[in-house]
Structure formats: structure tokens, C-alpha cells
């Protein structure tokens, strides 16, 4: 029963690999690092692949296929947010969240925060695995964020 997708590597080490499904959250462990072209895997890479349950226990998983791979950072960048997304958040409340599509591949996020807690919510951004699911999911191997004092956080998926 193979399955095919979209994995973001949470873990890796030298003799297993943790993938997390970007469309379902499903984790499965694979039994063995590396993948079949003999390139160990790495954390917070993505790639598209094929795996299968690995016999005969089918409790951990193997890897059958790669079709794309890649290494994806997220970083703050010290640039504020553009004045599209300034003009997104000032129409939305505190705590609200809008989701653009970029021109070509991407997305863009704008949250509003109360301006003392800016800091604390690009931590945050900077820190969830669900930001890595999602420019894995999205097909992006950049994530950037950027904040202002006025409480703007955008976040930006991009190629």
C-alpha cells in the first residue's frame, strides 16, 4: 500500500527519518537514512516521493521513490512589510489573518498583533513546524518573514 506526497523531513539522523504528510499531517518513520539514490535525507527538507510500509511488521516505512527535493530556511528579513501588506492589515482587526496569492509561486500571510507582542509572533512564525508545512506544501523553498512596530507580520512563501 504505497503512498505518494508532499513530506516535510522533521527529523533525520543516520539510521532513520521522520516525514510528516503536508496534506493530511500523517507522521511515518522511515527505517533507513538515506534515500535510493544514496543521498542521505536532512530536517526541514521537503521532498515528493513514494513511500511504502516496510515488511514484514509494516510498523515503519520505507522510501521507493524521490521525485523532487528540497532544502527550505525560513528567516526574518530586516525589511518592513511592502505597503501591499500594510494595506492588508489595516484593513483587518487585531488577531485577523489574510492569505494572498504571490504573482507565480507563493503566498503571501499578513497578521495583525498588538504591537508589544510583534516580537513574540514572529518567534513564533519563525519557530512552527506548520511554516515549514506549508512551503512544503506550497512547492517554495524560502520562507521570509518580515514585522513592523505597528504589529504587521507578513509572512512570505516564495521560489
Sequence with gaps: MAKHGTFLVTHADDDSVVLKD???????????NPDPDGDALAADEAIEATIAPEPPLEVAWELREIEDRR????ERSPEPPT???????AD????DLTRRERAGIGEI???TVPPDQTDDAVADVLGDEATLVRAADLGVERVEVRADDEGVVSVRYMP
Design 22 to 32: 503536508t496534506a493530511d499531517g500523517q507522521v511515518h518513520t522511515l527505517a533507513t
Design 92 to 95: 483587518q482587526e487585531q488577531g
Design 71 to 74: 532544502s527550505l530556511t525560513v
Design 83 to 89: 505597503t501591499q501588506e500594510r494595506e492588508i492589515a
Design 109 to 111: 500571510h499578513v497578521l
